[in-house]
């Protein structure tokens, strides 16, 4: 089940119709015959969601190490998603169109993470992002609200959402640091399959239960380097292995760590030890 426009999704789940078209704001205590259930569904907007009293928390992501009342996701657009709770939930949400936030060159990393990773808050960060929420409802019920205030207080949730997360890994070190030991273990016995492609931060996200963006946050958080450049080390090391023991040409060399093209080895070769392979190897 797929909506083009806000008004549909809100008849849908049972809140009141938006006043725009291209945003809306809603606090669920207005509404009280809310759809407690839906097996799945998507929408064109982006939509920013705190909620308390779900009971099917895991679905979103609930760790030990978090708390089990507040907590916030985001959906991007055409990103599937599903609920089934005991009773009507409470908190707040804002849908707003890709267009919009394009205009005003608005984008978190976080956007693209999946809703199963979602953000679980602490007492006072609920208390902060209330306020936030109740700031921009009541701009956007006045009869004559500023879309650009709408806009940069959309802007201030989303930045203060990116910090909340920071303190979240933060929390959830002892379980991430278990991520970052099987993230090695993997990218260790990459080549031992002799693979035909690169290893890729996609790859190993997946192979983790992550998405990209989750995945890659998380290890540069905990570890201080970019999942890239973690990848990028692996595959010099493999190359100087290589380059030192077997009497293979640059360009089998090449191929056989997944590099298309042998200029792209070279090039990420000198990148990283100011030699090329032929240099290296003599």
Request: hydrophobic share 35%.
């Amino acid at each position: 089940m797929h909506f083009t426009k806000i008004k549909e999704y809100n008849a849908y789940v049972g809140y009141g119709a938006p006043k725009k078209d291209l945003i809306d704001v809603v606090r669920y205590n207005d509404f009280k015959d809310l759809r407690l259930s839906c097996s799945g569904l998507s929408t064109d907007f982006y939509m920013m969601a705190f909620k308390r009293n779900m009971t099917d928390l895991e679905w979103f992501g609930n760790t030990k190490y978090d708390t089990k009342s507040g907590f916030l996701y985001l959906i991007q657009p055409h990103q599937v998603y599903k609920w089934n709770t005991d009773e009507a939930w409470e908190g707040y949400h804002m849908m707003v169109s890709p267009v919009l936030l394009q205009e005003y060159n608005i984008y978190f990393n976080y956007f693209q993470y999946e809703i199963s990773e979602a953000l679980f808050l602490t007492v006072d960060e609920q208390t902060q992002i209330e306020i936030l929420y109740a700031q921009i409802l009541t701009e956007y019920q006045k009869d004559n609200y500023e879309l650009d205030l709408l806009i940069a207080y959309s802007n201030l949730i989303f930045t203060y959402v990116g910090k909340c997360y920071k303190r979240q890994f933060e929390t959830r070190q002892p379980l991430y640091n278990k991520v970052v030991v099987e993230f090695k273990k993997l990218l260790k016995t990459y080549y031992s399959n002799d693979p035909e492609v690169l290893p890729s931060v996609n790859y190993f996200a997946e192979q983790l239960n992550l998405s990209t963006n989750y995945f890659g946050d998380l290890i540069k958080y905990n570890t201080g380097k970019t999942a890239s450049e973690i990848i990028q080390e692996k595959i010099i090391t493999e190359a100087k292995h290589q380059l030192k023991s077997s009497n293979k040409t640059i360009a089998e060399i090449g191929h056989n760590l997944g590099f298309e093209y042998p200029t792209y080895f070279g090039r990420l070769f000198k990148k990283h030890t100011g030699l090329t392979p032929s240099q290296f190897r003599k």
